[in-house]
């Protein structure tokens, strides 16, 4: 482990995809993967948290990020608090500022997951505290740090690798993850309709960043944009906050579907060559209340339940790589 690497994390927040530089990512990805062979081993965790509190201010529900973070936290042996909407002010009665300065001195860290990315940008300047983004309307860093280390595990590499994000092209994980990847020198392609592109400052932004033969491209035809695919990515139609454009949605996507078919057109035949992720929930059949009578939206069954998918690999790598990343900007390296 890099510990030049590790004392300049300390502290740090994580906002957007562009705070930490590459190398601050590989390093958070090694020690993830480190934290997740020691656990599987048996091997007790070190509890270098303990005494620390974190405070999840959550806007959006959640699973996957608010569970992730409390196991993390809890495995190393500190305490986190969920404040719901209706939980504190902020905001409404008290601003994000004054919020951020009280929490500050309560907690040794801050979670957030809501709507606008000035929010968490706002914790952040007046916390004095690491402030993490789980997730605002523009970024999701701490999902692409699970999906990178998922990727790695299976292909044992990022370099080189074709990535392609099929579906609402310009939502906050479509934006993260083309520029998490491209900066690990895969070849992106955000495979969507003309509708839903991604905006060209963040398609020019992700360019900028592309490292080792990464690139990016946008494509709009959905078998031409997966052929040759590595790893083939979707997430839901209508994003929290976006219900009531559900119809309009299922009219520009039913195409971008990801189905049968649609592995075939990547010309890819086995899972060591092939892996299908989704940061979830995700409507793949006819169980929940959105698809009881659409059916599969995003993603069918066979392809969700098949060979290709390591979904659920992936969603436990959200407790592995939350956790380094606690580790990584609390204690600064010490003892790791």
């Known amino acids: 482990m890099n510990d030049a690497t590790a004392v300049r994390l300390q502290g740090r927040s994580l906002l957007s995809m562009t705070d ?18 020691q ?31 409390v196991a993390a936290c809890a495995e190393e042996g500190g305490t986190a608090e969920y404040l719901g909407v209706g939980d504190i002010h902020l905001g409404r009665k008290e601003s994000v500022r004054d919020t951020a300065r009280v929490l ?5 860290g801050i979670a957030f997951r809501g709507f606008q990315q000035a929010t968490v940008e706002e914790l952040a300047r007046w916390a004095g505290v690491p402030v993490w983004n789980a997730l605002t309307d523009q970024w999701h860093p701490t999902q692409v740090l699970a999906d990178l280390l998922t990727i790695r595990e299976h292909f044992g590499r990022l370099e080189g690798l074709r990535f392609c994000y099929v579906g609402d092209g310009r939502n906050n994980v479509a934006n993260s993850l083309m520029i998490g990847c491209a900066r690990f020198g895969m070849h992106v392609v955000n ?54 454009q559900f119809e309009e949605r299922l009219r520009l996507l039913r195409p971008y579907q990801v189905n049968a078919g649609l ?11 092939l892996l299908f992720l989704h940061c979830l929930p995700a409507y793949h059949d006819h169980r929940t209340e959105v698809t009881a009578e659409t059916g599969a939206l995003e993603v069918t069954d ?14 436990e790598n959200r407790l592995h790589t939350i956790r380094a990343m ?6 600064g390296g010490d003892g790791l």
């Not at 990016?216 to 959905?222: M, Q, R």
């Not at 075939?264 to 060559?273: D, F, I, L, Q, V």
């Not at 606690?326 to 204690?331: E, I, P, Q, R, S």
Request: hydrophobic share 40%.
């Open 39 to 69: 656990r599987r081993e048996g091997r007790p965790s070190r509890r270098l948290l303990a005494g620390r509190q974190i405070a999840l201010i959550f806007e959006k529900s959640s699973t996957r990020t608010r569970c992730a973070f």
């Open 263 to 273: 592995l075939a057109a990547t010309g890819r035949k086995r899972p060591e060559e």
């Open 326 to 331: 606690l580790l990584a900007t609390l204690t």
């Open 302 to 315: 066979d392809v969700f339940e098949g060979p290709f998918s390591r979904v659920f690999d992936q969603a």
């Open 191 to 244: 495979v969507t309709p003309p509708e839903l592109s991604p905006s060209p400052e963040v398609v020019a932004e992700a360019r900028v960043q592309a490292r080792n033969g990464g690139s990016v491209a946008v494509e709009h035809d959905p078998r031409k944009g997966v052929a040759g695919a590595n790893v083939i990515y979707t997430d839901v139609w209508v994003s929290m906050g976006e219900e009531a």
């Open 20 to 37: 930490w530089t590459p190398e601050e990512w590989a390093y958070t990805l090694d020690l993830a993967a480190r934290l997740k062979r």
């Open 104 to 108: 500050g001195r309560f907690f040794h």
